[in-house]
Nanobody, 124 residues
Framework: QVQLVQSGGGLVQPGGSLTLSCAASVSTFRFLAIGWYRQPPGKEREWIASLSSGEKTYYKDSVKGRFAIVRDNDKNTVHLQMNNLKPEDTAVYYC??????????????????WGQGTQVTVSS
């Protein structure tokens, strides 16, 4: 089973940038799809972005143009680059991997390995 370890996150001012990282324990990670989710305070977890095994990216409308998924196969790591952060981006962020079919790439049940989560707080 692949273990995912997240890093990054923290406190940033509105308009700032952060990069989250999701490191896998095995190299076969590179052949799996990656999903990023977040859970804002008091709300349910929501999908925000995915990278398919074919390296195609998908983004929730509210983060499109501001967030980007970048895979580093040499380090078995995927990064979520977040720019122009807004207070409504405050949440616990999770990475996950799996083999979702493209039509269901947003569904949580398509992913079977999850990171531990990391807090992102956007506040002045």
């Amino acid at each position: 089973q692949v273990q995912l370890v997240q890093s990054g996150g923290g406190l940033v001012q509105p308009g700032g940038s952060l990069t989250l990282s999701c490191a896998a324990s095995v190299s076969t990670f590179r052949f799996l799809a990656i999903g990023w989710y977040r859970q804002p305070p008091g709300k349910e977890r929501e999908w925000i972005a995915s990278l398919s095994s074919g390296e195609k990216t998908y983004y929730k409308d509210s983060v499109k143009g501001r967030f980007a998924i970048v895979r580093d196969n040499d380090k078995n790591t995927v990064h979520l680059q977040m720019n122009n952060l807004k207070p409504e981006d405050t949440a616990v962020y999770y990475c996950a991997n799996g083999r979702p079919i493209l039509s269901a790439i947003r569904r949580e049940d398509m992913y079977y390995n999850w990171g531990q989560g990391t807090q992102v707080t956007v506040s002045s």
